[in-house]
């Protein structure tokens, strides 16, 4: 296969999804294609050098095939870049699962009171606090619960966990967020390791066929017991070096995803023999 099939057909597998996303959406093909032109003229920008000023607007234009009249429309809207940040009602939810503060004997979250007697006490409050002071904890825990993630035991003034991943099932916009910023960051870092003389970040995956419909539900099982592990090593490794980099008056401008994903789909139907003869003759 060559250079040029290998490449259009990464980039239909990549957009294939997105047609899908925005078709089930209402998106129509004239919205996606701006957003795609965007997207271009905004990578050519950043690939120009900062002092290429000079016919920025004909250097862009070869780059990507529009035309200059294009470019100078698109350059010229003012589009802020949405930010990357883990919200504070996701970050309570990561340090209850993996902090043995709020883990029982079996490491897995307790029931907390919502309020504390004293400061010795693990509470929700507490673990609201320990995350954000800017956010008020009733705040947290109502969004905990609004999500579906957290619930007040009936009868008494305790706040459990009645989810093992913070996937919002009934918040939109949540998902589509994790959606653009997760995929978006593995796709980033698959299209550096792609473009780079040595790949700069890790991207590896195991593929395997011929499985059934039940083989698939205990990988599931096994992936989220894997990731559940993955959270609990990752979650104080990386507050510890946040707060070994304060301390040490290091320049903390970097920022981290670390992900774990699994797809189950049917498998593609091998071609007839017929025809893989065929295209060996």
Same mark, same amino acid.
């Given at each position: 296969?060559? *250079?040029?099939?290998?490449?259009?057909?990464?980039?239909?597998?990549?957009?294939?999804?997105?047609?899908?996303?925005?078709?089930?959406?209402?998106?129509?093909?004239?919205?996606?294609?701006? /957003?795609?032109?965007?997207?271009?003229?905004?990578?050519?920008?950043?690939?120009?050098?900062?002092?290429?000023?000079?016919?920025?607007?004909?250097?862009?234009?070869?780059?990507?095939?529009?035309?200059?009249?294009?470019?100078?429309?698109?350059?010229?809207?003012?589009?802020?870049?949405?930010?990357?940040?883990?919200?504070?009602?996701? !970050?309570?939810?990561?340090?209850?699962?993996?902090?043995?503060?709020?883990?029982?004997?079996?490491?897995?979250?307790?029931?907390?009171?919502?309020?504390?007697?004293?400061?010795?006490?693990?509470?929700?409050? *507490?673990?609201?606090?320990?995350?954000?002071?800017?956010?008020?904890?009733?705040?947290?825990?109502?969004?905990?619960?609004?999500?579906?993630?957290?619930? /007040?035991?009936?009868?008494?003034?305790?706040?459990?966990?009645?989810?093992?991943?913070?996937?919002?099932?009934?918040?939109?916009?949540?998902?589509?967020?994790?959606?653009?910023?997760?995929?978006?960051?593995?796709?980033?870092?698959?299209?550096?390791?792609?473009?780079?003389?040595?790949?700069?970040?890790?991207?590896?995956?195991?593929?395997?066929?011929?499985?059934?419909?039940?083989?698939? !539900?205990?990988?599931?099982?096994?992936?989220?017991?894997?990731?559940?592990?993955? /959270?609990?090593?990752?979650?104080?490794?990386? !507050?510890?070096?946040?707060?070994?980099?304060?301390?040490?008056?290091?320049?903390?401008?970097?920022?981290?995803?670390?992900?774990?994903?699994?797809?189950?789909?049917?498998?593609?139907?091998?071609?007839?023999?017929?025809?893989?003869?065929? !295209?060996?003759?």
């Amino acid at each position: 296969m060559s *250079g040029d099939q290998a490449l259009a057909d990464a980039l239909r597998a990549v957009l294939g999804p997105v047609a899908r996303l925005a078709l089930a959406k209402g998106v129509p093909f004239a919205a996606l294609e701006e /957003m795609l032109k965007e997207a271009v003229v905004d990578e050519a920008l950043n690939a120009q050098s900062a002092q290429a000023n000079a016919r920025l607007v004909s250097r862009i234009s070869v780059a990507t095939g529009l035309n200059r009249r294009e470019v100078t429309r698109l350059t010229r809207r003012q589009r802020t870049a949405r930010a990357v940040r883990q919200s504070p009602v996701a !970050e309570v939810f990561a340090r209850w699962q993996t902090d043995p503060r709020y883990l029982d004997a079996g490491g897995l979250p307790r029931s907390l009171p919502r309020v504390a007697g004293d400061a010795a006490t693990p509470s929700f409050e *507490g673990l609201a606090q320990s995350v954000t002071r800017d956010v008020h904890p009733r705040s947290l825990l109502d969004e905990l619960c609004r999500l579906g993630v957290a619930r /007040m035991a009936e009868g008494s003034d305790e706040v459990m966990l009645v989810r093992n991943a913070f996937v919002p099932s009934d918040a939109q916009a949540a998902m589509l967020g994790f959606l653009g910023d997760n995929v978006g960051d593995h796709l980033a870092a698959a299209v550096a390791n792609v473009l780079a003389t040595e790949p700069p970040h890790f991207e590896q995956a195991v593929f395997a066929d011929d499985l059934s419909a039940e083989s698939i !539900e205990v990988v599931r099982d096994f992936v989220l017991t894997q990731w559940n592990a993955l /959270m609990k090593s990752a979650v104080p490794l990386l !507050e510890g070096l946040i707060e070994q980099d304060q301390q040490a008056g290091r320049k903390q401008d970097q920022r981290l995803r670390i992900g774990l994903y699994s797809y189950a789909d049917v498998a593609a139907p091998l071609p007839p023999p017929d025809s893989v003869e065929s !295209e060996r003759d």
